[in-house]
């Protein structure tokens, strides 16, 4: 079984492969000055909980926005797996795929995992809109290569800016609005109106140029834990993905098993 870890700002989420067929995914705080030991106390005991014995762990693959978190997880996998984790994007788990930007170091592991996973099960040019900390776009052509993208705010973060900066706004909970009124008449329709439809049109525009720019066919792919509230209400999306970024995971271990 593959062991499969992606760290972004907000969460790790860690998930076990037979092959291709996602298991079981568990999901913690990121903290980078979490020892592999405290990882280890919660990690054993969930794989006890799905009947799997550490020894059927024969793969780790890591893929992260945190440097810092990289060498707990080293130690996770060297000293209660005794398995060295490959790290997407370097070595044998190198992305293979052509990046097409100025600084193509620079490109986040989730956004290229994301990219090689929507290729590989998607045909045609493709924009992969990922809601995590941030709202990442990405363009990838019908070749796979990586072509660029747009970075902004995540809906969290936006509502959090909002929160912080004023002294009688009260923090509110992301979610569907009740109905399709952009006319609020309480102070918590309001914010949520203004958060959510805002992103909405925002989300929708940016798509919209993105399309007009690449001028071809365009097959839209939406991934996040928040993808599929969006997907309610906007019909922009031909897919929701949610795994896309553990699949490439999974994509990248078994191509660097093979090479």
Known sequence: MLLAVDVGN???????FDGRELKARWRIATDPRRTGDEYAVWLLQLLNVEGVERSQIKQIILGTVVPRAVHNLTVLSEK???????????DKACW?????????RSLGADRALNALAAHAKYDGDLIIVDFGTATTFDAIDFNGAYKGGIIAPG???SLDALVGKTAMLPRIAIESPRDDSVIGTNTEDQMLIGVFWGYVAMMEGLIAKMRDQIGRE????ATGG???LFDNHTEIFDAV????TLEGLAILAERAESA
Do not use: S
């Not at 907000?10 to 076990?16: E, K, S």
């Open 10 to 16: 907000t969460n790790v989420v860690f998930a076990l």
């Open 80 to 90: 209660y797996f005794q398995i060295t984790p490959l790290i997407a994007g370097i």
């Open 96 to 104: 293979n795929f052509q990046i097409d930007v100025d600084e193509p």
């Open 155 to 157: 809906i969290n973060l």
């Open 218 to 221: 365009t097959r839209m792919i």
């Open 226 to 228: 928040l993808a599929i």
């Open 241 to 244: 993905d949610a795994d896309l």
